[in-house]
T-cell receptor, first 114, second 113 residues
Framework: GAGVSQSPSNKVTEKGKDVELRCDPI?????LYWYRQSLGQGLEFLIY????????KSGLPSDRFSAERTGGSVSTLTIQRTQQEDSAVYLC????????????FGSGTQLSVL | GQQLNQSPQSMFIQEGEDVSMNCTSS?????WLWYKQDPGEGPVLLIA???AGELTSNGRLTAQFGITRKDSFLNISASIPSDVGIYFC?????????????WGLGTSLAVNP
């Protein structure tokens, strides 16, 4: 597709369940980022991929959070044993080679943990 | 540490008015960026600034890279209802080899038609 695609757009889950969020970046973009945004708040960095490797995982809040990227393309963010405080919008962004500042964002996944 | 402080936090203006917002830091940056987030969407890059003193326009938007390299300003002229959203400033994290961006907390803009 022409833009960054995220799925699902909305996810409601019960506390304790695992969830998987998917991101399809723009073709050819080597950099991929996951951010979290709570209601009315700024962007909280979670993890950065360059190709398939993740040189910076410093923003992952706990070991319940993990992410992978395969084929230098699709990325999945997994949250295990979800908690209510995990409720937020999870945004994915990709960036063209050599221009990490020019990020293209998806519309996000709204996660609600009941 | 590196932080970006945006002000004002929110603005409520009448259609047709001009808007000014700014972003400051105690750290020096070589690049300043302004993004806009529409409700229910991800942020979109509006303007990128790469040189101290640079003034760049994108339609009714004008942004400036402060001469001290510690601040940036965004102006919107003759606001219209579709200007509603959250405006974020951002800059590459030099401590992280510029691989990721540091973000301000945003300025929320509401426009009364």
């Amino acid at each position: 597709g022409a833009g960054v695609s995220q799925s699902p757009s909305n996810k409601v889950t019960e506390k304790g369940k695992d969830v998987e969020l998917r991101c399809d970046p723009i073709s050819g973009h080597t950099a991929l980022y996951w951010y979290r945004q709570s209601l009315g708040q700024g962007l909280e960095f979670l993890i950065y991929f360059q190709g398939n490797s993740a040189p910076d995982k410093s923003g992952l809040p706990s070991d319940r959070f993990s992410a992978e990227r395969t084929g230098g393309s699709v990325s999945t963010l997994t949250i295990q044993r979800t908690q209510q405080e995990d409720s937020a919008v999870y945004l994915c962004a990709s960036g063209p080679p050599g221009q990490n500042e020019k990020l293209f964002f998806g519309s996000g996944t709204q996660l609600s943990v009941l | 540490g590196q932080q970006l402080n945006q002000s004002p936090q929110s603005m409520f203006i009448q259609e047709g008015e001009d808007v000014s917002m700014n972003c400051t830091s105690s750290s020096i940056f070589n690049t300043w960026l302004w993004y806009k987030q529409d409700p229910g969407e991800g942020p979109v890059l509006l303007i990128a600034l790469y040189k101290a003193g640079e003034l760049t326009s994108n339609g009714r938007l004008t942004a400036q890279f402060g001469i001290t390299r510690k601040d940036s300003f965004l102006n919107i002229s003759a606001s219209i209802p579709s200007d509603v959203g959250i405006y974020f400033c951002a800059a590459p994290d030099r401590a992280g080899n510029n691989r990721k961006l540091i973000w301000g907390l945003g300025t929320s803009l509401a426009v009364n038609p």
